[in-house]
């Protein structure tokens, strides 16, 4: 159709009356942008499954019934890889075909609720790899990066931490200087103990062998914290107060202890405490916030509101640390970002080496369109990950920035991502017989230590 036929049927929409030049072009763009394609329906859901940075991360491959149209998703649950690809292929698939890719926020509740027991983490990702695929098909139809459709940005580029560990406090504060000289301003420092099983960093000089009533990794939290506090000493001396520093717990210490522990650690001024409670025990940050003013982080192991609901409602941490693909997605997971804004708590999205790309484009995504942004945790991408996600998002002077391209910006070597298969093991070293479990670590006398 020529322009001056749509002007002609412009006008005769305006009821034949006389309307300005200005007046008809924008109508016509109206008219333009309305004469789409009808709604997609999905026509199959897929599971890629690869391990490009030895790490199973199955990606979810929804395609429509429009010829080039389909989007990924990250349902990345390493631990349980194997659970995660039949729920999708075996359970979901065969409820999402033939319905609308463009009604999200609908599947999603359809498929939460379809199985009747949910909020579990297996079905949880499955269903979040189908939710970000469907955000990126979505950018794709609109031709704009999935944070355009969120309303935009309300910063350029996310603030990142990174991983600074050793076994030696001394390794930890020079690690953590080679972040800081490329740009970060956040590090997360972990220092092993010596004869010890630590988080983090294993334990330097094991001349000191602890002396255990079993053959198993052995923690002790005493031994544990009063190390930890050496290194948040040493750090502040050698790398000053500019820094900010963060610290991960991993929930491996008592109640009572994390208690003493947030009050202790209040002089050095860190960003965030993460994880000083397992979620368990969730109700003893009530008393933690009356007495200790240091900043907590909690809820990469949460998959139900049930559990970072309260904690958000009653002001009792100050970063929510939710995996993004264990809650359930995109969709419940700018809900949460929303809801804590009111509360003023800010997001800190669970960001590991076990989250894919795509699984990085989500957390980005919410990083730059969300007010109540904290930090965002790093993960360099390497050459193999690069080789199956093209498109990962490009990390400069210590800020991630969200793709520009339609969608996450992201396309999947489904050729190369073959190339690295599931193993039987899922995680090298001494967890390698465990298909992606974590394994045991227990205290001297043999009870089991959380993790």
């Known amino acids: 159709m020529n322009r001056r036929k749509m002007l002609q049927l412009v006008t005769a929409a305006a009821g034949g009356n006389w309307i300005t030049t200005r007046e008809a072009a924008a109508q016509e763009r109206v008219a333009r942008a309305t004469r789409g394609l009808p709604s997609p329906r999905i026509k199959d859901v897929q599971v890629i499954q690869t391990a490009p940075a030895g790490l199973r991360l199955p990606v979810v491959k929804v395609i429509t019934d429009q ?64 939710d970000q695929a469907l955000w990126d098909i979505k950018g794709k139809q609109a031709n704009m990066p999935v944070y355009q459709l969120l309303g935009g940005k309300v910063r350029e580029a996310a603030d990142v931490y990174g991983h600074a560990s050793g076994g030696e406090i001394a390794q930890v504060v020079e690690s953590a200087k080679s972040y800081m000289s490329r740009g970060f301003r956040h590090v997360r420092v972990q220092v092993g103990v010596p004869g010890m099983e630590g988080y983090g960093a294993r334990g330097g000089d094991n001349s000191t062998q602890i002396k255990a009533l079993h053959s198993a990794p052995v923690f002790e939290p005493a031994y544990y914290i009063r190390r930890a506090l050496k290194l948040f000493d040493a750090c502040r001396t050698q790398l000053g107060e500019e820094v900010e520093l963060l610290h991960d717990v991993h929930e491996r210490i008592h109640p009572t202890q994390a208690l003493q522990f947030t009050r202790d650690v209040e002089k050095f001024k860190l960003f965030f405490l993460e994880d000083v409670l397992s979620p368990e025990d969730i109700a003893w940050f009530r008393l933690i916030r009356q007495q200790s003013s240091t900043p907590l982080a909690m809820g990469e192991l949460f998959n139900s509101p049930h559990e970072w609901t309260p904690l958000i409602s009653e002001r009792l941490i100050d970063y929510i640390r939710v995996h993004v693909s264990q809650a359930g997605g995109l969709t419940p997971c700018r809900k949460m970002a929303a809801m ?42 390497n050459e193999a990950l690069q080789e199956v996600f093209h498109g990962c998002p490009v990390m400069k002077d210590g800020y991630l920035y969200p793709n520009e391209a339609p969608g996450w910006g992201i396309e999947v070597d489904e050729k190369a991502a073959s190339k690295y298969p599931f193993s039987g093991s899922g995680r090298g070293g001494s967890r390698s017989n465990l298909n992606g479990g974590w394994g045991e670590v227990r205290k001297r006398d043999g009870q089991i230590i959380k993790q």
Not at 82 to 96: I, N, Q, S, T
Not at 340 to 365: K, L, Q, Y
Not at 368 to 373: R, T
Request: charged residues 15%; aromatic residues 14%.
């Open 67 to 130: 010829d080039g149209l389909y989007g990924y998703g990250c349902a990345c649950f390493t631990q349980r890889a194997d659970l995660v690809v039949p729920a999708v292929e075996k359970y979901l698939r065969p409820f999402l075909i033939g319905k609308q890719a463009d009604r999200i926020d609908d599947l999603w509740q359809a498929m939460y609720n379809s199985s009747y027991w949910r909020n579990g983490p297996v079905l949880n990702n499955a269903i979040s790899g189908v």
């Open 340 to 381: 804590a804004e009111h509360f003023s708590v800010r997001t800190a999205w669970h960001g590991p080496g076990d989250v894919s790309p795509i699984g990085h484009c989500a957390n980005i995504t919410l990083d730059v369109v969300c007010y109540n942004f904290g930090v965002q945790e790093y993960s360099p991408f």
